[in-house]
């Protein structure tokens, strides 16, 4: 009866880890969101972010990438990076990721804008750009498909 337990908890655990809502996993290592893009041809959507201080990163957060039609698209569409740049302690990154997070801040985000989020090839290379606010999520996706297909 225990081995028929494990085999369908196991069952469960792989198609859970399959569910769309589980592929929109936002990535914080540049390199393996190429190697991730190159291995589905998908696109980067690179986000920096300020998740406990920003008050538009955390509305684009919401109104956007929670929601139903982002994460369906992105599911499908996209590989998912996300730069944050938290200034609370209790949130601090460590010392690695905020040297990798700066470093890419360097190279695509001088201006330090947030939010702001960047449209990458497969080879981590500059394709597009997009700010907020957005008027819808359908909106926001249409302009990411636009950069896209370009």
């Known amino acids: 009866m225990s081995f028929i337990k494990y085999i369908l908890a196991s069952s469960m655990i792989v198609l859970m880890a399959t569910t769309p809502e589980n592929s929109n996993k936002w990535l914080v290592n540049i390199d393996n969101a190429k190697k991730e893009a ?9 986000s920096f972010q300020g998740s406990d201080w920003c008050a538009n990163c955390i509305r684009l957060e919401r109104s956007l990438f929670e929601s139903e039609s982002f994460k369906k698209y992105a599911s499908e569409n996209l590989v998912l990076l996300k730069a944050d740049f938290p ?16 470093k890419l801040a360097e190279k695509f985000n001088k201006e330090g804008k947030f939010p702001t989020v960047i449209i990458l090839n497969a080879e981590g290379e500059q394709i597009g750009k997009m700010t907020y606010p957005l008027d819808s999520p359908e909106n926001y996706i249409d302009n990411i498909k636009s950069i896209v297909s370009q």
């Open 87 to 102: 200034s609370r302690k209790k949130n601090k990154l460590s010392d690695e990721q905020t040297a990798h997070n700066e």
């Open 38 to 46: 190159k291995n589905t041809e998908r696109p980067i959507l690179l």
